[in-house]
C-alpha cells in the first residue's frame, strides 16, 4: 500500500482525535480531584493559600497537551484536503530515441525534431508553438507529417498534447 498524503492526513487526524478525546476524560478528572482536595482543605480550615492545587502545574501540561492534539489534528486535516500531486509537466527523461534518416526530414521537420530532442524527448505542442514562432496550424501539420513517418507521436494532456519521440 502507497502511503500518500491523504493516507497521513487521515491517519494522523485519527489520532490526534483519539488524543483530545482521552484528554477530556483526564481533564474532566482532574477537575474533579482539584475541586475535592480543594473542598477537604476549606473545610479543615486550612490556608488556601497552602492548597497543594493552586500551586500544581499539571493544568499547564494539560493545556499544552491539547494545544498539540489540535495542532496534529489541524495537520491531519490540511494534509486530507490538500489536492493531489500535479503530474510531471513533461515526461520522464529518454535517453535513447529511434533511429531516423534525417535526409528525409525538410527544414521545419528538423527543427522541431531538434527542439524535442534538446528537451529530452518531449515537449507540450504549445510549447513547440511558442519556441518556433510558427502557426498553431503548422505545427500541426508539421506533427501529423512526423508521426505518419513514426518518429513522434501525441498524447492528448488536459487541453493540450504532449509530444514525444519514439
Same mark, same amino acid.
Given at each position: 500500500?502507497?502511503?500518500?498524503?491523504?493516507?497521513?492526513?487521515?491517519?494522523?487526524?485519527?489520532?490526534?482525535?483519539?488524543?483530545?478525546?482521552?484528554?477530556?476524560?483526564?481533564?474532566?478528572?482532574?477537575?474533579?480531584?482539584?475541586?475535592?482536595?480543594?473542598?477537604?482543605?476549606? %473545610?479543615? /480550615?486550612?490556608?488556601?493559600?497552602?492548597?497543594? *492545587?493552586?500551586?500544581? !502545574?499539571? @493544568?499547564?501540561?494539560?493545556?499544552?497537551?491539547?494545544?498539540?492534539?489540535?495542532?496534529?489534528?489541524?495537520?491531519?486535516?490540511?494534509?486530507?484536503?490538500?489536492?493531489?500531486?500535479?503530474?510531471?509537466?513533461?515526461?520522464?527523461?529518454?535517453?535513447?530515441?529511434?533511429?531516423?534518416?534525417?535526409?528525409?526530414?525538410?527544414?521545419?521537420?528538423?527543427?522541431?525534431?531538434?527542439?524535442?530532442?534538446? %528537451?529530452? /524527448?518531449?515537449?507540450?505542442?504549445?510549447?513547440? *508553438?511558442?519556441?518556433? !514562432?510558427? @502557426?498553431?496550424?503548422?505545427?500541426?501539420?508539421?506533427?501529423?507529417?512526423?508521426?505518419?513517418?513514426?518518429?513522434?507521436?501525441?498524447?492528448?494532456?488536459?487541453?493540450?498534447?504532449?509530444?514525444?519521440?519514439?
Amino acid at each position: 500500500m502507497e502511503i500518500t498524503h491523504k493516507t497521513l492526513g487521515y491517519v494522523l487526524a485519527g489520532i490526534a482525535i483519539f488524543l483530545l478525546v482521552i484528554l477530556v476524560f483526564v481533564k474532566a478528572d482532574f477537575d474533579t480531584q482539584s475541586a475535592a482536595l480543594c473542598d477537604s482543605y476549606s %473545610k479543615s /480550615g486550612m490556608d488556601m493559600n497552602l492548597c497543594p *492545587v493552586h500551586s500544581n !502545574s499539571t @493544568s499547564w501540561m494539560l493545556v499544552l497537551a491539547f494545544g498539540i492534539g489540535f495542532l496534529m489534528l489541524g495537520a491531519g486535516i490540511y494534509l486530507s484536503f490538500m489536492p493531489a500531486e500535479k503530474p510531471p509537466l513533461i515526461m520522464e527523461e529518454k535517453k535513447e530515441f529511434k533511429q531516423i534518416d534525417l535526409t528525409k526530414l525538410d527544414e521545419d521537420e528538423k527543427k522541431i525534431y531538434g527542439i524535442l530532442k534538446g %528537451k529530452g /524527448g518531449s515537449a507540450y505542442q504549445s510549447d513547440l *508553438v511558442n519556441e518556433t !514562432s510558427f @502557426s498553431k496550424v503548422k505545427i500541426t501539420r508539421i506533427l501529423d507529417k512526423l508521426e505518419m513517418m513514426n518518429v513522434l507521436e501525441r498524447r492528448r494532456r488536459g487541453m493540450t498534447n504532449i509530444i514525444v519521440l519514439k
